[in-house]
């Protein structure tokens, strides 16, 4: 199968763009399920773009770094905020750390959390990224571990988790790192339906009612505090066990990388469903992997994952989120 190179993928959206294309076809990340194409009109790529602009950047140079998946919203709506503001761009292939040789003079970039986990931990990538003046972290939430690292290393970069998804254009809302809430961009209603999940109405959506999946609460007319994934929560025994809580308590109390271990869920006939955890194997060793099964159920009790499998790798998807599902699929190969 032929893979389109780089150079490629940019001379066939230039085309596309310069020829005054009136709708492009993105895929949804595929995190939660199969990815599904989506439509997206121009002239709300072009205010998505402006939206970005006026509530998130603030740096002398719109120059920008794509170093995320021009198929993706991501690494695209970079692409087109370039054109829109007028604006130099640098773009490079995908990677887990894309400072690691970078040498340009881009003041605007956009990297997922795995990327900046890998990034904080090579010294002569935090002296790169620490040159630029805006970073966007989206595409999966951010744990509060690698979020205070990320205060600690970059104290004087503008640094913002943005929140939103491929039917939306890109981010609706972010927050400046240390803070909780999200700010909505303009003319973004939002509210909740019967199970806390997000609905939002903006020129995106056509200014329909979009559930979103994500639990939240809301603390004034544009802003929320960001609780979990609808989609990640199962019913074992008849507890409730949000997924995403359990993981940022053992990246807490254990002191485990987000990028070293997920948890998922098996059928059981006993409980219906049932957590567990899946463990790099080259995380822990063998009998801190006992003691770390013992710890759990004493420091988690009821929502205790009640299996630890080791695997060699986990799945991340093209956008840089840990897909649970393939990572829980690819132990059955094992």
């Not at 990677?95 to 904080?120: C, E, K, W």
Request: with cysteine.
């Amino acid at each position: 199968m032929k893979v389109e190179s780089l150079e490629g993928r940019v001379e066939g959206l230039e085309e596309a763009w310069r020829e005054g294309a009136e709708t492009f076809t993105l895929y949804t990340s595929g995190s939660t399920g199969e990815p599904k194409p989506q439509v997206l009109q121009r002239d709300l790529l072009i205010w998505s773009a402006q939206q970005t602009q006026k509530h998130f950047i603030k740096s002398s140079s719109l120059k920008q770094l794509i170093a995320l998946p021009l198929s993706k919203a991501g690494g695209f709506m970079q692409w087109v905020r370039s054109k829109v503001w007028g604006s130099e761009v640098e773009i490079i292939e995908p990677s887990s750390n894309p400072m690691l040789s970078y040498q340009g003079d881009a003041r605007v970039v956009s990297l997922t959390p795995h990327q900046i986990f890998h990034v904080l931990e090579d010294f002569e990538s935090v002296a790169r990224l620490s040159k630029f003046e805006t970073i966007l972290i989206g595409g999966a939430p951010l744990s509060a571990a690698l979020e205070n690292r990320v205060l600690k290393l970059l104290p004087a970069v503008h640094v913002v988790h943005t929140f939103g998804m491929t039917e939306t254009y890109s981010h609706f809302a972010g927050r400046t790192l240390g803070e909780s809430l999200y700010r909505c961009i303009d003319q973004t209603a939002i509210g909740v339906d019967e199970n806390s999940q997000l609905e939002i109405s903006n020129p995106t959506t056509l200014f329909q009612w979009l559930n979103t999946r994500d639990r939240v609460e809301i603390s004034g007319e544009n802003t929320f505090v960001w609780m979990g994934r609808s989609d990640f929560t199962i019913n074992s025994g008849g507890l409730k066990i949000q997924i995403e809580d359990v993981e940022a308590q053992i990246c807490e109390q254990f002191q485990l990388s987000e990028n070293t271990f997920c948890c998922w869920f098996e059928e059981d006939e006993a409980l219906g469903q049932k957590l567990i955890m899946l463990l790099k194997s080259d995380a822990l060793s063998s009998n801190e992997v006992r003691n770390l099964e013992l710890q759990l159920k004493e420091k988690l009790n009821l929502q205790a994952p009640k299996k630890v499998y080791l695997i060699n790798q986990l799945i991340f998807t093209e956008s840089g989120k840990i897909d649970r599902r393939g990572s829980y699929q690819f132990t059955r190969f094992c």
